[in-house]
């Protein structure tokens, strides 16, 4: 039995599937499906918005924000469309808790997809849109989940090999402890 869990080693593939909530295995597909058509480079100046799944320029991901995200990060073009500066103060359509929101209880509906605008725009009345309701609680649990990208710590990284083969050492030996501890916790549980 394989109880290694957290432990377990993770693929460098930056677009290997993960376990945790990707915003391009998770949100991606639902604008794939709906908002695609209307909202891509060949129609910006129409829509004024690109959310395609293609990976942003880097004078793009700048809009972001220094300090704000990872710069090992390959972001799609609708990740830093629809979150324009990081910024939920400015965001014309969503908004999340930042990290230094204020600290203890908030009223309910404070913040999230309650407070979304973008929510609107996933009802027929935008253009005829047909989203089911699992694509929109989808939407919404990433939303108030603050706007995750990655759905791991390995996911669409853009890493050099060198960084690539410190990290599969580190992930080595995480993973040689924990069969160390598992077969220690084996022996003292009399197995």
């Not at 704000?68 to 609708?78: E, M």
Request: neutral net charge; contains cysteine.
């Amino acid at each position: 039995m394989d109880s290694s869990g957290v432990n377990a080693p993770r693929s460098l593939d930056p677009n290997a599937p993960v376990d945790g909530f990707s915003y391009v295995q998770e949100i991606q597909p639902i604008f794939d499906r709906h908002c695609v058509s209307c909202h891509n480079e060949s129609q910006i100046e129409k829509s004024k918005l690109s959310l395609t799944g293609e990976v942003a320029r880097p004078e793009c991901v700048k809009l972001l924000g220094v300090g704000q995200v990872d710069p090992k990060r390959a972001y799609t073009q609708s990740y830093v469309t629809i979150t324009t500066s990081g910024n939920p103060d400015k965001n014309p359509w969503m908004t999340w808790l930042k990290p230094r929101s204020r600290t203890g209880p908030l009223p309910p509906y404070h913040t999230g997809a309650c407070k979304s605008k973008i929510m609107d725009y996933f009802e027929p009345a935008h253009y005829g849109v047909q989203v089911s309701e699992n694509e929109k609680r989808t939407f919404a649990c990433w939303l108030d989940l603050l706007i995750p990208f990655c759905g791991s710590y390995t996911q669409h990284n853009t890493w050099t090999d060198a960084e690539k083969a410190e990290y599969s050492y580190f992930q080595e030996k995480r993973r040689a402890y924990a069969a160390i501890e598992l077969e220690s916790l084996r022996r003292s549980s009399g197995e």
